[in-house]
């Protein structure tokens, strides 16, 4: 068995009696010092401790999110209607999707990007419009010549008032006008229009009639339009409430239409009838409500493949002619993403980390593009989009790995003049290469190896400074008594 003597011997840390022990005022000082230096030092390595730190690494992308990118976008438009407003994508891989409507939802807005009512139903994909087959050879006029200064009396004196608003060098028009002007003659032998009084069919040039087309909110030609008795009364946004007609454009088509609209109606009809009616008739499947405002707020998400392609936004009709004079692609940018919708607390938690992650993964947002026509006409808005995806990994509580992933992105845009109808173009391109931050995990040994350090190493520099000044302090009082003596 081992004595206490013995095991006393191996005590590194012998005590002297206090006895012969000696404070100073120098050691109290240095002792004072010492103890801040480590409070300070223990402060600062605590703090480096809690502090996240993260590597960068570029590397080829090994995205987990397959191989299509979903884009998110809310833009609107003050002077694009939502009547011909569509979306379409294309890629280098011959991928060319017309008037996307799936996924995405379309409000008619006024010139303050103001909701101006429900959302717009887009009218499904257009099946082939069947046109007459009479020739345009000094066609006696059937329709009545509207105008600015007889518009509104019409359109209060007939309880239906159907009109073709046309262009004289629109193809669609010139081929509508015998078929048009055929069925209005004959309308108007079967409705007398002084005897009957229930419906007439009327024309407007919009090269004559600039201002009616555009208070009526024509984009394209020839629009049929569909006045109720009534219904041009105007709400509370300013604008008149009709019907626009989609349907097959021969004689015997708009005949049939029209009679459809008449039927319900008696010969005293009272507009109220006429309201009511709106919705049930024969032909309700050729029309849609026409756009209450010459504005479109356009917002969804559409898919698109992880190659160079496009995004498009413009007028489309397979059956109308646009004035390409007159059209303005001018945007306001609401929001514009890619990639999986990232909450903001997680992107919140995450800036915490990393305080430039998350500054251009909405680069655009808020942002307005507009013509102010320095340009003239035909002009396209362009948008030249790189992308990039970021990959961070996070350590959470457990050990875990938490996977957040962000597509940030630059832009550069311009305004262009084109010989194509005028669009809103974003041509994006993806980087093949993606940015992955990783967090640097810290041990906790280390920092305890770090506290002990700092602790004895203050103590013992604190403790050499001491017997240094203590004992330049006596060397001195022995020279001052020998010089007495």
């Given amino acids: ?84 407003a569509s979306v379409d994508v294309s890629d280098v891989l011959g991928t060319n999707r017309l008037n996307i409507t799936k996924t995405i ?59 073709n608003f046309y262009a004289p060098w629109c193809y669609w028009s010139k081929r509508l006008k015998p078929s048009w002007e055929k069925a209005a003659k004959m309308i108007k032998e079967r409705y007398d229009p002084e005897l009957d009084g229930r419906i007439l069919l009327g024309k407007v040039d919009c090269t004559d009639e600039i201002e009616l087309c555009k208070r009526n909110h024509i984009q394209a030609y020839p629009s049929i339009r569909i006045f109720r008795k009534g219904s041009d009364v105007r709400d509370d946004h300013g604008h008149h409430d009709h019907e626009s007609y989609y349907g097959d454009r021969d004689t015997d088509s708009l005949v049939k239409t ?17 309201l009511e009616d709106k919705h049930n008739n024969t032909a309700g499947a050729a029309k849609r409500p026409a756009p209450l405002t010459g504005g479109c707020r356009i917002e969804g998400y559409v898919r698109v493949k992880k190659v160079p392609g496009n995004l498009i936004i413009s007028a489309h009709s397979g059956a109308h002619s646009f004035d390409t004079t007159q059209m303005n692609m001018s945007h306001v940018i609401s929001h514009l993403s890619f990639g999986r919708k990232i909450s903001p607390q997680l992107l919140r938690d995450v800036k915490r980390m990393i305080p430039y992650l998350g500054g251009s993964h909405d680069r655009l947002n808020g942002r307005s593009f507009i013509n102010h026509r320095e340009l003239g006409a035909n ?107």
């Avoid at 590397?59 to 939502?82: A, M, Q």
């Avoid at 069947?130 to 000094?138: L, Q, S, T």
């Avoid at 029209?258 to 006429?274: F, N």
Wanted: proline fraction near 4%.
């Fill in 105 to 163: 939802r379309k409000f008619s807005i006024d010139k303050d990007l103001r909701p101006t009512g429900s959302e717009f139903q887009s009218v499904p994909a257009l099946h082939f419009i069947k046109h007459g087959e009479e020739v345009d050879e000094g066609t006696v006029d059937g329709s009545v010549t509207l105008t600015a200064a007889n518009f509104d009396s019409y359109t209060h004196q007939y309880p239906i008032l159907a009109v």
């Fill in 379 to 485: 002009v396209t808005i362009e948008h030249y989009l790189q992308i990039v995806k970021t990959e961070v990994m996070m350590r959470k509580t457990f050990g875990e790995i938490s996977l957040l992933e962000e597509y940030e992105y630059t832009a550069h845009s311009s305004l262009s003049q084109s010989v194509y109808i005028p669009a809103a173009k974003f041509h994006i391109e993806l980087s093949p290469m993606q940015v992955v931050v990783s967090e640097n995990p810290k041990s906790f040994s280390h920092f305890i190896t770090n506290v002990c350090a700092i602790i004895g190493g203050v103590f013992t520099v604190a403790g050499i400074l001491d017997s240094i000044l203590h004992n330049t302090i006596r060397l001195i009082k022995k020279v001052e008594l020998g010089k007495n003596f």
């Fill in 258 to 274: 029209m009679e459809g609209l008449v039927a319900p109606i008696p010969m005293e009809g009272s507009q109220k009838l006429a």
């Fill in 1 to 84: 068995m081992f004595s206490s003597t013995k095991i006393k011997s191996v005590d590194f840390y012998r005590k002297i009696p206090r006895d012969l022990t000696e404070a100073s005022l120098s050691g109290a000082g240095l002792s004072i010092i010492a103890a801040l230096a480590m409070m300070f030092l223990f402060g600062m390595e605590l703090n480096n401790y809690l502090t996240v730190t993260t590597s960068t690494a570029v590397i080829v992308d090994r995205s987990t999110d397959g191989d299509f990118l979903r884009i998110d976008f809310n833009i609107s438009f003050p002077s694009l209607s939502c009547e011909f």
